[in-house]
């Protein structure tokens, strides 16, 4: 009888990082600028320029700067 309610009874798993406390001091933070790298050497500084200008005057609507974008896209990829 003692067997059977052991059997039945859940049995709980502990995950190894679990054991410790986890990884409690450790998160995961997205990279702050997309997947490109940051651009450190300021290389395409005047393209960025003129599109988020364009993007501030044309009040966020980004089909009319998407020749900017492109530029800018290409001056990061080079």
Same mark, same amino acid.
């Given at each position: $009888?003692?067997?059977?309610?052991?059997?039945?009874?859940?049995?709980?798993?502990?995950?190894?990082?679990?054991?410790?406390?986890?990884?409690?001091?450790?998160?995961?933070?997205?990279?702050?600028?997309?997947?490109?790298? +940051?651009?450190?050497?300021?290389?395409?500084?005047?393209?960025? !320029? =003129?599109? =988020?200008?364009?993007? !501030?005057?044309?009040?966020?609507?980004?089909?009319?700067?998407?020749? +900017?974008? !492109?530029?800018? +896209?290409?001056?990061? $990829?080079?």
């Amino acid at each position: $009888m003692l067997l059977s309610k052991a059997l039945q009874a859940p049995i709980n798993f502990l995950v190894a990082g679990e054991v410790f406390g986890g990884n409690r001091g450790f998160r995961r933070i997205p990279p702050e600028k997309g997947i490109f790298p +940051l651009d450190h050497f300021h290389e395409c500084d005047s393209e960025k !320029k =003129l599109y =988020l200008g364009c993007i !501030k005057v044309s009040a966020h609507k980004s089909e009319q700067c998407r020749h +900017l974008s !492109k530029k800018y +896209l290409q001056c990061r $990829m080079a």
